[in-house]
């Protein structure tokens, strides 16, 4: 932005606005010379302010994908017929990209247009966790067959390497990771000599997964508080928008003391946290401040503004979130998913949230677990609710259905076998043992966070991380697809043989100090499912430090939304 001289115009991707308010704030931006904020989406009335507030130079900050350059060049197209004076920048994230000039040439602009390119592509979310923000990857992957995601998600793994860090080692479990870390490798041999080195604290593990992996989790309704909050409420980026007379809440991230503390909690657990801090501020103030020193004066002033100024705010959202949860919708779904992921469902079920109106998202979720658990729904079965959907919904939910059928989310069951889920729930610990219900409040395992049920991808990370690392088959007898790798004496990466991934506990075993590992999902991940994996690392379950890399932050609604779209 300094290196455009004068007042400015910055137009944004309608979806990026918030992520970049974590990076920089709307003041710092106009201290370097944004003068005037807007989106890509095409306003003729906003253009026309250009001249009122003197606005010469107009910035597209924009990703480098064909979607987001076309949405750019119809809204310069618009701006520079409005205003022929202004001056047009494009700066594209993360890396240049050649098709942008002939799109814009196309339209008749690439005289007047500068193009710019600067290498930003993580978004930090919070202190262990970052995001690609690439929103449509399982969409260009699973529906279109478009692959070329692949290779920005590799690019932006190296990047991140050469700030902390080569990798000593990578793991993959999917066809697109190990396709990404393929591609990892051949980018640190061409850059032989200028490949990153291995940092003291830097990076010691990569792991790669894909969401397809494991598309039981996202099904499933999460049920820690931050899991709730975006299930329920639109958590997005720490903020949850207002809908109708609600008013916008903000700063639901880790500058939040008290969100840091119960975020990660059990819904129920979270209640129980703030109701006992509630009554240590009653209890000191109401007994204990009138014989206190100064210094326990001063500490309980200190609690008061870190804890009591938004203790409102989330006794307000935890009640709110109570009230959902104990509607009789809430329970019905909560039900049928414990049933369909114990085996023992009543399709009948199905039929009553959707004839009883419940979203059309809820009712496609609860197909679409099914599909994951069972390995498809019976023929008979399919075809009825199918046509019942889409007389209940509208015809247009015909394309819905198609593209969950094109991402294999959605589909009969040809065959009679039994399904990969139903030989891992028990090997691999998924279910809580009849009769010993997980203790969500107080909990010894990841069950917490589903209220019994264990993340598939979370055990299998725990599985990667452990002394034993992955096999040539899982637990359940499944094939497992994966490329393991590590830098040879010359800072190469070396492929090695399925029948040396026990070297990792060698390794493990070897020495005390934990390992840094970084989690990659490609194509998204839950806000459970991070609880799980920060729980794991903070309980001790895994011996490494834990940070996870993501394309995007997900639930199941979403994740079909993009899909369908």
Same mark, same amino acid.
Request: some cysteine; aromatic content about 8%; hydrophobic content about 40%.
């Given at each position: 932005?300094?290196?455009?001289?004068?007042?400015?115009?910055?137009?944004?991707?309608?979806?990026?606005?918030?992520?970049?308010?974590?990076?920089?704030?709307?003041?710092?931006?106009?201290?370097?010379?944004?003068?005037?904020?807007?989106?890509?989406?095409?306003?003729?009335?906003?253009?026309?302010?250009?001249?009122?507030?003197?606005?010469?130079?107009?910035?597209?900050?924009?990703?480098?994908?064909?979607?987001?350059?076309?949405?750019?060049?119809?809204?310069?197209?618009?701006?520079?017929?409005?205003?022929?004076?202004?001056?047009?920048?494009?700066?594209?994230?993360?890396?240049?990209?050649?098709?942008?000039?002939?799109?814009?040439?196309?339209?008749?602009?690439?005289?007047?247009?500068?193009?710019?390119?600067?290498?930003?592509?993580?978004?930090?979310?919070?202190?262990?966790?970052?995001?690609?923000?690439?929103?449509?990857?399982?969409?260009?992957?699973?529906?279109?067959?478009?692959?070329?995601?692949?290779?920005?998600?590799?690019?932006?793994?190296?990047?991140?390497?050469?700030?902390?860090?080569?990798?000593?080692?990578?793991?993959?479990?999917?066809?697109?990771?190990?396709?990404?870390?393929?591609?990892? !490798?051949? /980018?640190?041999?061409?850059?032989?000599?200028?490949?990153?080195?291995?940092? *003291? @604290?830097? #990076? %010691? $593990?990569?792991?790669?997964?894909?969401?397809?992996?494991?598309?039981?989790?996202?099904m499933c309704t999460q049920l820690t508080y931050a899991g709730l909050l975006d299930e329920l409420l639109g958590l997005e980026y720490g903020q949850i928008r207002g809908k109708g007379d609600s008013r916008k809440v903000s700063g639901l991230n880790e500058t939040d003391p008290i969100f840091?503390?119960?975020?990660?909690?059990?819904?129920?657990?979270?209640?129980?946290?703030?109701?006992?801090?509630?009554?240590?501020?009653?209890?000191?103030?109401?007994?204990?401040?009138?014989?206190?020193?100064?210094?326990?004066?001063?500490?309980?002033?200190?609690?008061?503004?870190?804890?009591?100024?938004?203790?409102?705010?989330?006794?307000?959202?935890?009640?709110?979130?109570? !009230?959902? /949860?104990?509607?009789?919708?809430?329970?019905?779904?909560?039900?049928?998913? *414990? @049933?369909? #992921? %114990? $085996?023992?469902?009543?399709?009948?079920?199905?039929?009553?949230?959707?004839?009883?109106?419940?979203?059309?998202?809820?009712?496609?979720?609860?197909?679409?677990?099914?599909?994951?658990?069972?390995?498809?729904?019976?023929?008979?079965?399919?075809?009825?609710?199918?046509?019942?959907?889409?007389?209940?919904?509208?015809?247009?939910?015909?394309?819905?259905?198609?593209?969950?059928?094109?991402?294999?989310?959605?589909?009969?069951?040809?065959?009679?076998?039994?399904?990969?889920?139903?030989?891992?729930?028990?090997?691999?610990?998924?279910?809580?043992?009849?009769?010993?219900?997980?203790?969500?409040?107080?909990?010894?395992d990841v069950h917490y966070a589903y209220a019994g049920y264990a993340p598939m991808s979370s055990r299998m990370m725990q599985k990667a991380c452990s002394a034993e690392g992955w096999s040539t088959r899982d637990d359940a007898g499944h094939a497992t697809m994966r490329v393991q790798q590590?830098?040879?004496?010359?800072?190469?990466?070396?492929?090695?043989?399925?029948?040396?991934?026990?070297?990792?506990?060698?390794?493990?075993?070897?020495?005390?100090?934990?390992?840094?590992?970084?989690?990659?999902?490609?194509?998204?991940?839950?806000?459970?499912?991070i609880s799980t994996l920060r729980f794991l690392s903070n309980k001790g379950k895994v011996h490494c430090n834990i940070m996870i890399a993501t394309t995007s932050i997900l639930n199941g609604s979403t994740l079909l939304e993009k899909l369908i779209k």
């Amino acid at each position: 932005l300094d290196s455009i001289r004068g007042s400015k115009a910055l137009v944004l991707e309608p979806y990026f606005i918030q992520p970049l308010g974590l990076v920089a704030e709307a003041t710092v931006l106009k201290e370097h010379g944004v003068d005037m904020f807007c989106t890509t989406e095409l306003d003729e009335g906003i253009t026309a302010l250009y001249g009122e507030k003197g606005i010469g130079r107009v910035v597209y900050l924009t990703h480098a994908e064909i979607g987001s350059i076309h949405r750019a060049c119809k809204h310069a197209s618009m701006s520079f017929k409005a205003n022929q004076n202004v001056e047009l920048y494009v700066v594209l994230m993360p890396r240049h990209m050649q098709m942008a000039e002939i799109m814009f040439e196309e339209e008749g602009l690439k005289g007047d247009t500068r193009f710019l390119h600067i290498p930003y592509s993580w978004v930090p979310l919070s202190r262990d966790v970052v995001s690609l923000e690439m929103h449509d990857v399982l969409k260009e992957l699973m529906v279109e067959s478009n692959p070329g995601c692949l290779y920005g998600i590799a690019h932006a793994l190296y990047q991140l390497q050469e700030m902390f860090g080569s990798a000593s080692r990578v793991q993959a479990k999917g066809e697109w990771s190990c396709r990404i870390a393929t591609m990892l !490798g051949r /980018m640190r041999r061409e850059a032989g000599k200028n490949v990153p080195a291995s940092a *003291a @604290d830097g #990076l %010691d $593990d990569i792991i790669l997964m894909d969401r397809t992996v494991d598309m039981v989790t996202p099904m499933c309704t999460q049920l820690t508080y931050a899991g709730l909050l975006d299930e329920l409420l639109g958590l997005e980026y720490g903020q949850i928008r207002g809908k109708g007379d609600s008013r916008k809440v903000s700063g639901l991230n880790e500058t939040d003391p008290i969100f840091r503390e119960i975020g990660d909690m059990f819904y129920s657990g979270a209640r129980v946290w703030v109701n006992s801090t509630l009554k240590e501020i009653q209890k000191f103030r109401d007994s204990e401040m009138a014989g206190a020193d100064v210094a326990a004066l001063k500490g309980f002033v200190s609690d008061l503004r870190e804890k009591f100024a938004r203790m409102p705010l989330h006794t307000s959202l935890l009640e709110k979130l109570g !009230g959902i /949860m104990q509607s009789s919708g809430f329970t019905a779904r909560q039900k049928i998913e *414990a @049933d369909i #992921l %114990d $085996d023992d469902m009543d399709m009948n079920l199905v039929y009553d949230r959707m004839y009883k109106g419940d979203d059309v998202f809820s009712v496609l979720r609860l197909m679409c677990l099914y599909c994951a658990v069972n390995e498809g729904i019976p023929k008979k079965e399919y075809d009825l609710l199918r046509k019942d959907l889409i007389n209940t919904y509208g015809f247009e939910h015909i394309a819905s259905i198609h593209a969950l059928q094109m991402a294999r989310l959605l589909y009969r069951k040809e065959e009679r076998k039994r399904s990969f889920f139903s030989k891992a729930k028990s090997s691999m610990g998924l279910l809580v043992a009849d009769g010993n219900p997980a203790d969500c409040e107080n909990p010894e395992d990841v069950h917490y966070a589903y209220a019994g049920y264990a993340p598939m991808s979370s055990r299998m990370m725990q599985k990667a991380c452990s002394a034993e690392g992955w096999s040539t088959r899982d637990d359940a007898g499944h094939a497992t697809m994966r490329v393991q790798q590590r830098v040879n004496d010359y800072g190469f990466p070396d492929d090695i043989e399925a029948s040396t991934t026990s070297t990792q506990g060698s390794e493990s075993k070897q020495t005390s100090k934990k390992r840094n590992v970084l989690l990659v999902f490609v194509g998204g991940v839950t806000q459970a499912e991070i609880s799980t994996l920060r729980f794991l690392s903070n309980k001790g379950k895994v011996h490494c430090n834990i940070m996870i890399a993501t394309t995007s932050i997900l639930n199941g609604s979403t994740l079909l939304e993009k899909l369908i779209k």
